[in-house]
C-alpha cells in the first residue's frame, strides 16, 4: 500500500505539487493523467521515493519511508521498479553493467553466473542482446528506454513505476513490454504509470488519477471516475484520444453530454 498525506513540493517558493493525499491500494494499476507540465512525473518519483517531498508523509506498506532505518529502506527498495521517462541510465557503464547494478546492489548474494543469466535471459527476450557490451551513448533512443524498462523489472518488483514506457518504442519494443505487462497483472502487482496509449490504459488501469497543475483532482476506479467525476475533470479525460477504448459508451454519452 502507498499512502501520501498531504505531500508537498516547491521549488525557489514555486509549489510544483501541491497538498496530495491519496491511498493506493495493493494489486491497484493507476494510470496517471494529465497535460504536459502537470506534475505527473514529479508526483510519481515522489510516490517511489525517488525525490524527497518539501512537506508531508509517504508511507509505504505502512512505512514511512522519510523516517526509517537503512535496512528497512534497502527492504523496500528491493520490492520496487522505476523506469524513467530519460531513461537515466549510468553513460560510463555498458548495457549489461547498467542491469547488473541493481542485483549486486540488493542480492549480493547472487553468483555472477547466476546473475549473468537473469541479465541475458531478459537480453534476448527484449531481442537487444547485440548491445550487451555497448554503452548508452550509442543506443538508439528505443533501445535505451528499453534498457530502462528492463532494468526496472529485473528485481521482480511488487510495485512497478512506469513513466511513458511506450515512447520511442518499435511495435515490436510495445509488444514486448505489453507481454511483461500482462505477466506483472497476472502476478497483482501494483502498478503506477503514465501513459499516452489509452489501449494500455483500458487493459492495464484498474483506477485513474487525474491532475493539473500540481494538484490531483480526482481519484478512483477507472470507470466510475469517468461516470462520476467534476466537469473540470471530466474535460481533461476527454483530452484522451480514443476514450471509447477506456469507459463504456454510456459513459462516454454521458461525458459528452457535459
Excluded at 547488473?100 to 541479465?119: K, M
Aim: contains cysteine.
Amino acid at each position: 500500500m502507498i499512502q501520501a498525506e498531504n505531500l508537498n513540493f516547491q521549488i525557489n517558493n514555486l509549489t510544483l505539487l501541491n497538498k496530495v493525499n491519496l491511498t493506493i491500494e495493493p494489486q491497484s494499476r493507476v494510470a496517471i493523467l494529465g497535460s504536459t507540465g502537470c506534475g505527473k512525473t514529479l508526483l510519481l518519483k515522489i510516490l517511489a521515493g525517488i525525490l524527497i517531498p518539501t512537506s508531508g508523509r509517504l508511507l509505504i506498506n505502512g512505512k514511512d519511508i522519510l523516517h526509517i532505518s537503512e535496512e528497512e529502506n534497502l527492504n523496500i527498495r528491493r520490492n520496487l521498479g522505476f523506469m524513467f521517462q530519460d531513461s537515466a541510465l549510468w553513460e560510463n557503464k555498458t548495457v549489461f553493467q547498467n542491469l547488473e547494478l541493481p542485483l549486486r546492489y540488493h542480492h549480493p548474494n547472487y553468483s555472477i553466473a547466476e546473475s549473468t543469466r537473469i541479465i541475458e535471459n531478459l537480453l534476448a527476450e527484449a531481442r537487444i542482446s547485440h548491445e550487451r557490451n555497448s554503452r548508452p551513448a550509442v543506443l538508439s533512443q528505443g533501445e535505451a528506454r528499453m534498457v530502462s524498462f528492463l532494468r526496472s523489472i529485473i528485481l521482480d518488483p511488487s510495485i512497478l513505476f512506469l513513466d511513458t514506457p511506450e515512447s520511442s518504442l518499435d511495435p515490436e519494443g510495445i509488444k514486448y513490454i505489453e507481454k511483461k505487462l500482462d505477466f506483472f497483472v497476472k502476478k497483482k502487482i501494483t502498478l503506477i504509470f503514465i501513459t499516452s496509449n489509452t489501449e494500455w490504459i483500458s487493459k492495464y488501469s484498474t483506477h485513474l488519477l487525474v491532475m493539473d497543475n500540481g494538484c490531483v483532482l480526482d481519484y478512483g476506479p477507472t470507470r466510475q471516475l469517468a461516470l462520476y467525476a467534476s466537469v473540470e475533470v471530466k474535460k481533461i479525460i476527454n483530452k484522451v484520444q480514443n476514450l471509447n477504448q477506456i469507459i463504456a459508451d454510456d459513459i462516454l454519452n454521458l461525458l459528452e453530454g457535459e
